[in-house]
């Protein structure tokens, strides 16, 4: 149902008719903020039928009276926790910041969380993550007194540097994901590796399989360690996204998913899987590598990227907020 306000329409998702004027939105942002944050139209279809989302209630767009999309909000919402946890992504068209449409963005925000969490009989919280030197994006948590819980890095290291070999325990092989059963394992050595790590959500095959269907999605960057009784040990999910490349005018490679499965841990594994993928990139004709990593990750993971360069390019922050 869309509200009204004298300055504002505010209405739910409408399906692919909203796809143009979003990805319009994004970009123009981008183009003052200069975050790096644009889109194709296919990666927002493919993102809004993620099996989590529930496009009709988590996605939100303002309009103004002569039907120019100003605001576009989206919440990704996990109620499987002792508490329902939502996160805040949203972008406002440069003249309509600070003109108010920021408190409607948390006023919508913050009724769909708590509406879920009362269903739920559960607490409430909501977290939003913006870059450190992005100072529109500090506005809204601070209005609200959002509190600075972690902090992030976005790392980078050229690839024309020398790069050591990848050498995996013997017993171990690496090859890329292959079948379904691969596919299963790998959801399960994810959610083995990160169930210990801040603010984790489990994996679904699903959900996982969903996003394989991405146009940068490549077999032989999906790379497995498995054991000598088949077991998917470790894993480096690597990407390059061609559009993504020509849009920010860069020519990078992402190390988009790195882990160690609990039980395999302290034997090496984690540093292979990192240079095999490094490899690989390069192999590929990239000339950098970024990755995202939690500067306070327990595994080590910052000292781990540190020690094969990687060093940091950017920061983010995450604030939450209790709603309950």
């Not at 194709?40 to 493919?46: F, N």
């Not at 969903?210 to 360690?225: R, V």
Request: aromatic share 10%.
């Amino acid at each position: 149902m869309a509200t009204t306000t004298e300055q504002y329409i505010a209405r739910p998702y409408a399906g692919e008719a909203d796809l143009p004027a979003i990805t319009e939105l994004l970009n123009d942002c981008d183009t003052v903020d200069q975050l790096e944050d644009n889109y194709a139209l296919d990666d927002l279809r493919l993102e809004f039928a993620d099996p989590r989302l529930d496009p009709a209630n988590d996605l939100r767009l303002w309009e103004d009276a002569d039907g120019a999309l100003i605001a576009f909000g989206q919440v990704w919402i996990d109620t499987n926790t002792d508490r329902v946890e939502g996160s805040l992504y949203f972008r406002v068209a440069p003249a309509a910041r600070g003109s108010g449409i920021e408190d409607e963005v948390m006023t919508w925000v913050s009724a769909r969380v708590r509406g879920l969490a009362h269903a739920a009989g559960k607490p409430a919280r909501l977290h939003y993550s913006t870059r450190t030197d992005y100072a529109y994006g500090h506005i809204l948590p601070q209005r609200y007194s959002m509190v600075v819980t972690r902090h992030f890095f976005q790392m980078r290291r050229p690839l024309d540097a020398p790069i050591e070999p990848a050498l995996l325990p013997a017993s171990f092989t690496l090859r890329q994901v292959a079948n379904d059963a691969d596919i299963t394992g790998w959801v399960d050595a994810y959610n083995l590796s990160f169930i210990d790590h801040w603010n984790f959500h489990p994996q679904t095959v699903e959900t996982h399989r969903h996003w394989m269907q991405h146009s940068s999605y490549q077999p032989h960057h999906d790379l497995i360690a498995v054991a000598e009784d088949g077991t998917i040990a470790a894993y480096c999910f690597c990407v390059i996204d061609p559009a993504e490349n020509a849009r920010n005018q860069r020519n990078d490679g992402w190390i988009g998913i790195l882990g160690t499965r609990r039980g395999y841990r302290k034997q090496g594994l984690g540093r292979a899987m990192l240079l095999a993928g490094l490899h690989r990139l390069k192999a590929d004709g990239v000339a950098y590598a970024r990755l995202n990593v939690d500067a306070e990750n327990p595994s080590g993971a910052l000292q781990l990227y540190e020690s094969v360069g990687f060093s940091v390019i950017h920061s983010w922050q995450n604030y939450e907020i209790d709603l309950s």
